[in-house]
């Protein structure tokens, strides 16, 4: 049956759970309220879910939404996604990054296009070759220094190594969020 998306983050998750098995492992770089911590948690029966946020509140709010709902295969760490390998030892199938500032949070609390790339290229090196990694990003203020900074770098990349796209609505206000898609293609490694 046809479905219409119509948030970028619906689109990104489905972009990630056509990718998804039960066995794979996952990373949620920006929990905030958890729900693609929860959404890649339904899929992973079988794998862990690593989840990062700087703000305590979130990954305290997060795990007790985990007792509740019995959720045993997140990792919630309080701390920044750009330090994700000092907490992982395996390849990961799906990266995800929402970006900009916890709804209903504060919003003086943003991802930061230097801290973004660097978990960019270290999710990269963590990603098995098929995996994906999402993007939705939000270009508003320090939100459009850090997409163009994240297509500078996206740009640099070897076509044969990765394939990257950027899906965005061409008909709503103008700084409505576009989702990037990247797809490894090879077991590259990226400089950081
Ligand atoms: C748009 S929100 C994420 C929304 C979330 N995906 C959800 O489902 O509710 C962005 C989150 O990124 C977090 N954040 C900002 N800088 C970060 C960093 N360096 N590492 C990890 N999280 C960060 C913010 O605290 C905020 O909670």
Redesign the pocket.
Known sequence: MFSVVVKA?QMAQSFVEKKLCEYDNAV??????????IFLSNILKKGIVYS????KI?VDNFKETAGRLNISNVIAVN????NMDRYINKSVKAV?F??????K??IN????AE??LK?LKKGLNLLMTGGIITI?A?PHEEGRRERDEIFNYLKSLNPKDYAVMEIGFINRYSNSPSVIVIEKNSSSREDI
Not at 109 to 112: G, R
């Open positions: 983050t949620d770089a920006t929990l905030g309220n958890g729900n693609d911590t990062f946020d700087i703000q979130a701390d920044g996604h750009e995800m929402n970006l900009g500032y916890l709804p949070g504060d609390i943003v991802t930061k801290t973004t978990a939705v939000y």
